[in-house]
């Protein structure tokens, strides 16, 4: 299971089972991605101290920062944790709305 098949099931009928299933993905998923950025965050402190040393500026020791590989990994995933928990908020209305319509449907 990857994004690109979730985005694409969201848009189509999918059964709850199946829905549950693409919410134990992303809650997996976002605990990987957010580990990795705590990972990034521990070396951020040491790396932009070290920039500053070398920078006139905090504005310049920053832009060195996000230049970095390590300052692009982190605003991508920064971006795909924004990106998982509008899935996942989406995978949970959608699983509120078919309960719903099945309490309904047995009135």
């Given at each position: 299971?990857?994004?690109?098949?979730?985005?694409?099931?969201?848009?189509?009928?999918?059964f709850?089972?199946?829905?549950?299933?693409?919410?134990?993905?992303l809650?997996?998923?976002?605990?990987?991605?957010s580990?990795q950025?705590?990972?990034?965050?521990?070396i951020k402190?040491?790396?932009?101290?070290?920039?500053?040393?070398?920078?006139?500026?905090?504005k310049?020791?920053?832009?060195?920062?996000?230049?970095s590989?390590?300052?692009v990994?982190?605003?991508?995933?920064?971006?795909?944790?924004?990106?998982?928990?509008k899935?996942?908020?989406?995978?949970?209305?959608?699983?509120?709305?078919?309960?719903?319509?099945?309490?309904?449907?047995?009135?």
């Amino acid at each position: 299971m990857n994004y690109k098949e979730i985005e694409k099931k969201l848009k189509e009928q999918v059964f709850q089972m199946e829905l549950s299933e693409m919410l134990i993905w992303l809650a997996a998923e976002y605990s990987f991605i957010s580990g990795q950025l705590e990972d990034i965050v521990v070396i951020k402190g040491k790396k932009w101290l070290s920039d500053r040393l070398h920078s006139k500026t905090d504005k310049e020791a920053d832009r060195k920062w996000q230049a970095s590989e390590m300052g692009v990994n982190y605003e991508v995933y920064r971006l795909q944790l924004k990106k998982i928990e509008k899935m996942i908020g989406a995978i949970r209305k959608r699983i509120e709305v078919l309960e719903k319509e099945r309490e309904y449907s047995r009135i």
